[in-house]
């Protein structure tokens, strides 16, 4: 039996039978021997050895395991599919590959994205470049008439900022399309995920209640002046909309994944840390490991239903030579500030009867905390506003204390607005920060109506989070914001969106150095996995995920933006598994 890297606990060597079983026996994946092992030997070499290669002639850029910069011009990787050496004295007979003096970095990891909602995009209308209501209006017209065998007309990314309306849409808004929909129920996601838009049908279908109905607790219904719905549920109400909307099948989820992890290659990720799964969801990863169609490796959050199902059952460190882990459960503690969930200590500033949804109370975080620590998890918590980060510290010192040696790094999905006094607690709590740096070019100005200038101090604060030596794992959470891990480096370093706005960025003083956000995308983002012993550094021993890039994020050319950084090729575990230009 061997640790996950630095992890006490013992891994669970899982059945899948055992665990998958109550989704059905279709569902019910099984590797060739009957069993997934928990954990991999370090030692052991890939299971299809690839080529020796020496990646010549390029500039290289790695983190070292203790932060610092390592340069290199060659890298030689061996027949496990793991790095062998940088600048080797001897290649050994490995087939030398010119990389022509491109840009050869480690494989990025998203350490907070959604890969079943970015690969249901081709399945639904894209309104986020809508900047209208008659542009979004257009825009699903136009879907719903290519696609009549549809019963749903679902969607996503509209932004009430963004149309200009200073107030929520309405099912009112939608029916001068009524008739496009040729009577068919539709649910929009706004681009936080935190709200949805019913049309007409969709309330029909769903039997919503009228006046007199109280908000589900967490949740909140947009009503008129009589208390009748007007289309928007926000956080914990979305589901009187969704319980009737038809769930998606195994080959559905299926064609998702391989969508997803086909763009995030090209992207330049070769690891995503998946932010919220579900069984059917797990089952489908385990699929496509036995079938071979996985590529991309996961780091799975289980969400709390999947917990609550296969409890310790489903923990595992590293299935398939570490395409997949699953040892984080993850909890929803507020919502988010676009639709007015955020969790505030204090009222809106542009809604001041409000201070936000918390979506569990202190007791019932804690226990659920504990309840995953117990049973050998890392936590990961969605905390967006001041009180649900207060919240959750508060219950991290209680359970914490009861497991002084776990070796868990347990963790705050966002981070986003933080009191003041809560930083050093959160560094005193050994707590890693994932955050994304989209967010803050993307929310500025809402932001800034939502909290004003004084709460702006912990917003967004990847520079307060970093100085105080708190480890920074960077993500996007995509499709909420771009994929591209070079969009986020650039609003990482520059705090401006692609049109360099605003001058000079917003709250410079929060910048990263590129060199910090390479190590946040690559060795921090495996460290917040448990993976940097294997992943997250071009290290001799550690597997050879590579990408070559056109352009040096590191050391930009007088012109370059860093958000127009292009892939050329993605490895993973010393195989090229995709070529987007020429070296």
């Given at each position: 039996m061997c640790l996950d890297h630095d992890q006490p606990v013992p891994p669970t060597t899982v059945s899948r039978r055992r665990m998958l079983g109550v989704i059905g026996a279709a569902a019910t994946i099984t590797a060739a021997n009957g069993l997934i092992t928990a954990c991999s030997d370090p030692s052991r070499p890939h299971p299809d050895p690839v080529e020796p290669v020496l990646l010549d002639d390029v500039r290289g850029y790695t983190c070292t395991s203790n932060g610092a910069l390592r340069e290199f011009g060659s890298l030689l990787i061996g027949a496990d599919g793991r790095v062998a050496a940088l600048d080797p004295a001897s290649t050994g007979g490995a087939r030398r590959i010119d990389g022509r003096g491109r840009v050869a970095l480690p494989g990025m990891h998203d350490a907070h994205g959604h890969i079943w909602s970015l690969g249901a995009l081709a399945t639904q209308v894209d309104l986020s470049g809508a900047t209208s209501l008659p542009a979004a209006l257009a825009a699903i017209t136009v879907w719903a008439r290519a696609h009549p065998e549809m019963p749903w007309i679902l969607g996503w990314g509209w932004d009430q900022e963004a149309w200009g309306m200073g107030r929520m849409p309405t099912a009112a808004d939608l029916a001068p399309i009524d008739a496009a929909l040729d009577g068919r129920p539709m649910w929009l996601k706004r681009r936080d995920n935190h709200a949805g838009l019913a049309n007409r049908a969709a309330l029909l279908a769903a039997g919503v209640p009228g006046p007199g109905h109280t908000d589900p607790p967490g949740g909140h219904i947009e009503r008129d002046?009589?208390?009748?719905?007007t289309g928007v549920f926000v956080d914990t109400a979305k589901?009187?909309?969704?319980?009737?909307?038809?769930?998606?099948?195994?080959?559905?989820?299926?064609?998702?994944?391989q969508a997803a992890q086909q763009m995030l290659h090209q992207a330049g990720l070769t690891s995503v840390s998946e932010a919220s799964t579900n069984p059917e969801q797990l089952a489908t990863l385990y699929d496509a490991i036995n079938r071979g169609r996985l590529t991309l490796r996961h780091n799975v959050f289980l969400n709390w239903d999947a917990f609550n199902r296969y409890g310790a059952q489903a923990r595992t460190d590293s299935v398939a030579n570490d395409l997949m882990r699953v040892r984080t459960v993850k909890l929803i503690l507020d919502g988010a500030l676009g639709s007015y969930g955020a969790a505030l200590l204090d009222p809106y500033s542009d809604q001041p009867a409000t201070t936000g949804l918390l979506q569990l109370s202190q007791d019932e975080l804690t226990s659920r905390i504990r309840r995953i620590v117990t049973a050998g998890y890392q936590v990961a918590v969605h905390a967006i506003g001041d009180h649900a980060n207060r919240l959750l510290l508060n219950a991290f010192?209680?359970?914490?204390?009861?497991?002084?040696?776990?070796?868990?790094?347990?963790r705050v999905e966002h981070a986003q607005v933080v009191a003041l006094p809560d930083f050093p607690r959160i560094r005193r709590l050994?707590?890693?920060a994932s955050m994304q740096p989209s967010h803050a070019v993307d929310d500025r100005l809402m932001a800034e109506k939502r909290i004003g200038e004084p709460r702006l101090a912990g917003a967004y604060a990847w520079r307060r989070i970093l100085d105080q030596g708190t480890i920074l794992a960077a993500g996007s959470d995509f499709p909420?914001?771009?994929?591209?891990?070079?969009?986020g480096w650039h609003a990482a370093v520059t705090r401006t969106d692609r049109d360099g706005q605003p001058l000079g960025g917003w709250?410079?003083?929060?910048?990263?150095?590129?060199?910090?956000?390479?190590?946040?995308?690559?060795?921090?983002?495996?460290?917040?996995?448990?993976?940097?012993?294997?992943?997250?550094?071009?290290?001799?021993?550690?597997?050879?995920?590579?990408i070559l890039t056109d352009q040096?994020?590191?050391?930009?050319?007088?012109?370059q933006q860093l958000w127009r950084t292009s892939v050329l090729q993605t490895w993973i575990a010393g195989r090229r598994i995709g070529e987007y230009g020429q070296l």
């Open positions: 002046t009589d208390g009748r719905p589901a009187l909309i969704e319980q009737v909307i038809p769930a998606a099948t195994q080959n559905e989820y299926a064609h998702r994944l010192e209680q359970v914490l204390g009861s497991f002084p040696r776990s070796g868990l790094r347990h050994g707590l890693i909420v914001a771009s994929y591209r891990p070079f969009d709250h410079r003083e929060q910048a990263m150095t590129p060199v910090e956000a390479l190590r946040a995308y690559t060795l921090d983002a495996a460290r917040a996995a448990h993976q940097q012993r294997s992943l997250g550094t071009l290290e001799a021993g550690k597997f050879a995920d590579v040096d994020p590191i050391r930009l050319g007088a012109g």
